[in-house]
C-alpha cells in the first residue's frame, strides 16, 4: 500500500481516482490471493484422507452462509 492510500484514511477527500483505483486493485488482489488459498484448504485431505471431513463440513459451513446471504438480500 502506498503512503498517499495510508494517508488517506485519516483524510478520505485527499484520495484520487488513481488512489481509488490502487485500492480497489489491492482489495481484488487480497482476494483472489484469499480464493486461492481457501481451494488448496479444501482440496488437501492430507495424506491418508482424514481431514477429507473436516473439509467438507469446512464447505458446508461456506455454502450454507452464501444462502444466509442471498436470502438476506
Not at 4 to 33: G, M, Q, S, Y
Not at 36 to 41: H, I, K, Y
Not at 58 to 70: G, I, S
Request: glycine content about 6%; charged content about 40%.
Amino acid at each position: 500500500m502506498n503512503d498517499r492510500i495510508a494517508n488517506a484514511f485519516r483524510c478520505p477527500a485527499a484520495l484520487t481516482d488513481d488512489d481509488v483505483a490502487a485500492l480497489v486493485a489491492l482489495w481484488k488482489k487480497d482476494a483472489k490471493a484469499a480464493n486461492a488459498r481457501r481451494g488448496r484448504t479444501e482440496r488437501t485431505g492430507g495424506t491418508d484422507g482424514s481431514e477429507l471431513a473436516r473439509n467438507e463440513a469446512y464447505r458446508k459451513r461456506r455454502a450454507d452462509l452464501r444462502k444466509q446471504k442471498l436470502a438476506a438480500e
